[in-house]
């Protein structure tokens, strides 16, 4: 690894001696931004248009996801769990229903009505609430207020392999005061066919989703917005998990009021008021030689505010946002005997957990000169917890009898990041210091079964809050033919939370190795590095490259469980008027720091080859897309780390969109 370093910094020096390209008078902060695509775009920017946003975001080399299904894979940012990260709808924070992650913040979306997912790592991510892994923010497109008028799309889709149905549509109305949009998709999908031409059972699902959102502008600087996302998921298998899931929904709402001053130092004023909530229900019901039924029903009620407003005095860029948040989380788990004799069996697996955040997050930039800069940011917070439920609590003071209801914590963090940009060469380094609370799992979870590592879990309402130190370097070099940066993060992060074996108490679940309870490790050192490489060979021709390290330890010196081998994906983009095509292989080295005390076993490298086309017909006003492919196209038979419990991933699968707009 060391070589590819020296490598890279020698490719910088040497391409540096070839800049001649005039001074910018702006310093660049090295920041991941995923395009999506407006709608009406959407089809010319992405391999595959009308993916899940699952597969768009695994483009990113700074997050991982991790598969227990053929839908709802969870985002972790720089090999972190989604415990230590924040993921928002545009802005918005929202926590899943269930105690299993089978319902990531990014299942209740689609791509069809975003735009962008903003990546930040670590503390860049502050500003949407605390974090030690980073944040992603959602970002949903809409119209922009102009002439009147009336455009819209209908898309559909088919993919070979689990015979996904695709199909969506939107219509959209704007004027000078006025927009509303409206926008549907639907998805059902039947068990995918791995590499091996095995049928993964339980791997199937039916998804709806549904948005619209309305502005209203009172005059060029005042306006208020309405937004609502609703989401429906039923009949999804999740094969790497004893159970599925016969319905997810969610409700999203917001309201927002954007205020522009005219002649002021102030460039905006927005605040939001929103409310969302999900019922997600797990259910045994279809599978075979199930030792005791169980219903395992989930609710999560989010309200909350923000306030922000961006500024400039002189060479200073700043910024302050209010973020507050409350919320109610509930599970619980009802298990019935097989025999009727025995008496059925009731537990909250989530006592009624209220969550209650205020906090305020500030960042200023001070321009130093034309080509540099330096951000200073900061954020302190309280976060409250208190259990609810009499029942949940009495059920916890089985393990911990002293524990109060109520619990709160002071949440800080300060970032300083120094950007530095000439010519063609840009550069970025970053300190920072930032804290976490346990969430509601690991502060108050019940018996939790983890199918991974087959231990059944408990949470620690003593648990002292984590606390990370990082430190960033980032390098860019662009340059009409060529793109190509390096970026590194390092984490140390003292009391890591993590499950420990608990030998003197017994499991609940049937089968199960053993209960862990969950406690903190002194420290945990995590490193990511992302090598981006991009070349015009030609005026139509673009060959694209990235390769992507990972490291976890733990102070135990045991590696940490989910950490990605070295991975790597190189494809060739043909473009030439209205065709375009691509030509790409992605793979992993072999899984050599795998975690065998978390349940993980090496997986072997792979290497699967993919090729998509696509082709744009117009007639005046009305635009036709055509978008075909293969994705692994050798029909290869692997797993990844990412895979829960090494289920295989899906064989060769030939897809075909169809986009039209007006």
Same mark, same amino acid.
């Given at each position: 690894?060391?070589?590819?370093?020296?490598?890279?910094?020698?490719?910088?020096?040497?391409?540096?001696?070839?800049?001649?390209e005039?001074?910018?008078?702006?310093?660049v902060?090295?920041?991941?931004?995923?395009?999506?695509?407006?709608?009406?775009?959407?089809?010319?920017?992405?391999f595959?248009a009308?993916?899940?946003?699952d597969?768009?975001?695994?483009?990113?080399?700074?997050?991982?996801?991790?598969?227990?299904?053929?839908?709802?894979?969870?985002?972790?940012?720089?090999?972190?769990?989604?415990?230590?990260?924040?993921?928002?709808?545009?802005?918005?924070?929202?926590?899943?229903?269930?105690?299993d992650?089978?319902?990531p913040?990014?299942?209740?979306?689609?791509?069809s009505?975003?735009?962008?997912?903003?990546?930040?790592?670590?503390?860049?991510?502050?500003?949407?609430?605390?974090?030690?892994?980073?944040?992603?923010?959602?970002?949903?497109?809409?119209?922009?207020?102009?002439?009147?008028?009336?455009?819209g799309?209908?898309?559909?889709?088919?993919?070979?392999?689990?015979?996904?149905?695709?199909?969506?549509?939107?219509?959209?109305?704007?004027?000078?005061?006025?927009f509303?949009?409206?926008?549907?998709?639907?998805?059902?999908?039947e068990?995918?066919?791995?590499?091996?031409?095995?049928?993964?059972?339980?791997?199937?699902?039916?998804?709806?989703?549904?948005?619209?959102?309305?502005?209203?502008?009172f005059?060029?600087?005042?306006?208020?917005?309405?937004?609502?996302?609703?989401?429906?998921?039923?009949?999804?298998?999740?094969?790497?998990l004893?159970?599925?899931?016969?319905?997810?929904e969610?409700?999203?709402?917001?309201?927002?009021?954007?205020?522009?001053?005219?002649?002021?130092?102030?460039?905006?004023?927005?605040?939001?008021?929103?409310?969302?909530?999900?019922?997600?229900?797990m259910?045994?019901?279809?599978?075979?030689?199930?030792?005791?039924?169980?219903?395992?029903?989930?609710?999560?009620?989010?309200y909350?505010?923000?306030?922000?407003?961006?500024?400039k005095?002189?060479?200073?860029?700043?910024?302050?946002?209010?973020?507050?948040?409350?919320?109610?989380?509930?599970a619980?788990?009802?298990?019935?005997?097989?025999?009727?004799?025995?008496?059925?069996?009731?537990?909250?697996?989530?006592p009624?957990?209220?969550?209650?955040?205020?906090?305020?997050?500030?960042?200023?930039t001070?321009?130093?000169n034309?080509?540099?800069?330096?951000?200073?940011?900061?954020?302190?917070?309280?976060?409250?917890?208190?259990?609810?439920?009499?029942?949940?609590?009495?059920?916890?003071?089985?393990?911990?009898?002293?524990?109060?209801?109520?619990?709160?914590?002071?949440?800080?963090?300060?970032?300083?990041?120094?950007?530095w940009?000439?010519?063609? &060469? %840009?550069f970025?380094?970053?300190?920072?210091?930032?804290? +976490?609370?346990? =969430?509601?799992?690991? $502060?108050?979870?019940?018996? *939790?079964?983890?199918?991974?590592?087959?231990?059944?879990?408990v949470?620690?309402?003593?648990?002292?809050?984590?606390?990370?130190?990082?430190?960033?370097?980032?390098?860019?070099?662009?340059?009409?033919?060529?793109?190509?940066?390096?970026?590194?993060?390092y984490?140390?992060?003292?009391?890591?939370?993590?499950?420990?074996?608990?030998?003197?108490?017994?499991?609940?679940?049937?089968?199960?190795?053993?209960?862990?309870?969950?406690?903190?490790?002194?420290?945990?050192?995590?490193?990511?590095?992302?090598?981006?490489?991009?070349?015009?060979?030609?005026?139509?021709?673009?060959?694209?490259?990235?390769?992507?390290?990972?490291?976890?330890?733990?102070?135990?010196?045991?590696?940490?469980?989910?950490?990605?081998? &070295? %991975?790597?994906?190189s494809?060739?983009?043909?473009?030439? +008027?209205?065709? =375009?095509?691509?030509? $790409?292989?992605q793979?992993? *080295?072999?899984?050599?720091?795998?975690?065998?005390?978390?349940?993980?076993?090496?997986?072997?490298?792979?290497?699967?080859l993919?090729?998509?086309?696509?082709?744009?017909?117009?007639?005046?006003?009305?635009?036709?897309?055509?978008?075909?492919?293969?994705?692994?196209?050798?029909?290869?038979?692997?797993?990844?780390?990412?895979?829960?419990?090494t289920?295989?991933?899906?064989?060769?699968?030939?897809?075909a969109?169809?986009?039209?707009?007006?």
């Amino acid at each position: 690894m060391k070589k590819l370093y020296y490598l890279v910094l020698l490719l910088f020096w040497l391409t540096n001696l070839f800049a001649q390209e005039k001074d910018t008078l702006s310093s660049v902060q090295l920041k991941e931004i995923l395009l999506i695509g407006k709608k009406a775009t959407l089809e010319q920017k992405q391999f595959k248009a009308l993916a899940t946003l699952d597969e768009y975001l695994q483009q990113s080399g700074a997050v991982e996801m991790i598969k227990r299904g053929g839908y709802a894979w969870e985002p972790n940012i720089n090999n972190m769990s989604s415990e230590r990260t924040v993921i928002t709808i545009d802005g918005m924070r929202i926590f899943g229903a269930c105690t299993d992650k089978m319902d990531p913040i990014t299942s209740y979306v689609e791509i069809s009505n975003l735009s962008e997912a903003a990546i930040s790592s670590g503390q860049s991510g502050s500003c949407h609430g605390p974090t030690i892994g980073g944040s992603i923010d959602l970002k949903r497109s809409k119209s922009e207020f102009g002439e009147k008028g009336i455009n819209g799309y209908v898309h559909s889709g088919y993919e070979f392999n689990n015979q996904q149905k695709i199909l969506g549509a939107a219509l959209n109305y704007t004027d000078n005061l006025f927009f509303i949009d409206n926008n549907v998709m639907f998805r059902t999908a039947e068990n995918y066919i791995s590499g091996n031409k095995n049928e993964v059972l339980f791997s199937q699902f039916r998804k709806l989703n549904i948005s619209n959102t309305i502005g209203y502008q009172f005059n060029k600087n005042k306006y208020i917005e309405t937004a609502v996302i609703y989401d429906k998921a039923t009949d999804v298998g999740y094969p790497a998990l004893p159970m599925d899931v016969s319905l997810a929904e969610a409700l999203i709402t917001s309201l927002k009021f954007e205020y522009n001053p005219l002649d002021s130092f102030i460039n905006k004023l927005e605040t939001k008021v929103y409310y969302n909530t999900i019922t997600h229900t797990m259910d045994d019901t279809k599978r075979p030689n199930v030792p005791i039924h169980m219903d395992m029903p989930g609710w999560s009620d989010t309200y909350g505010m923000y306030l922000n407003l961006n500024g400039k005095v002189k060479k200073n860029t700043f910024s302050a946002t209010f973020n507050s948040f409350y919320n109610r989380s509930k599970a619980e788990m009802t298990m019935y005997p097989s025999d009727p004799n025995e008496n059925i069996m009731f537990m909250l697996t989530w006592p009624d957990v209220v969550t209650f955040y205020n906090g305020i997050y500030l960042d200023n930039t001070y321009e130093l000169n034309c080509h540099s800069s330096l951000k200073i940011s900061g954020s302190l917070g309280n976060h409250f917890n208190e259990v609810k439920s009499t029942f949940g609590l009495e059920s916890l003071r089985i393990f911990y009898p002293n524990m109060n209801a109520a619990k709160s914590r002071i949440l800080k963090s300060f970032a300083s990041n120094y950007n530095w940009k000439k010519e063609r &060469l %840009a550069f970025n380094f970053g300190l920072a210091y930032g804290e +976490r609370a346990p =969430s509601v799992s690991e $502060g108050y979870g019940f018996y *939790l079964f983890n199918s991974f590592d087959q231990f059944d879990y408990v949470g620690n309402p003593d648990l002292k809050n984590e606390q990370s130190i990082e430190g960033s370097f980032a390098i860019r070099y662009k340059s009409s033919k060529l793109k190509t940066s390096l970026s590194t993060s390092y984490f140390h992060i003292s009391n890591y939370i993590i499950g420990t074996t608990a030998a003197t108490i017994l499991p609940m679940t049937i089968g199960a190795n053993g209960v862990k309870m969950y406690n903190a490790l002194d420290y945990a050192t995590l490193i990511k590095s992302v090598f981006d490489y991009e070349m015009y060979l030609t005026n139509d021709l673009k060959w694209i490259n990235q390769i992507v390290y990972s490291y976890g330890k733990g102070s135990d010196n045991e590696n940490l469980p989910f950490i990605s081998p &070295l %991975a790597y994906t190189s494809k060739m983009q043909f473009k030439k +008027r209205k065709f =375009s095509s691509e030509l $790409g292989v992605q793979g992993n *080295l072999m899984h050599t720091h795998y975690a065998p005390n978390y349940g993980e076993i090496k997986k072997p490298d792979y290497a699967i080859l993919n090729f998509g086309s696509h082709y744009t017909f117009t007639f005046n006003s009305y635009r036709f897309n055509l978008k075909m492919g293969i994705e692994n196209i050798l029909d290869s038979e692997y797993t990844t780390f990412a895979d829960w419990n090494t289920i295989p991933r899906m064989g060769r699968n030939v897809f075909a969109n169809i986009l039209f707009s007006f």
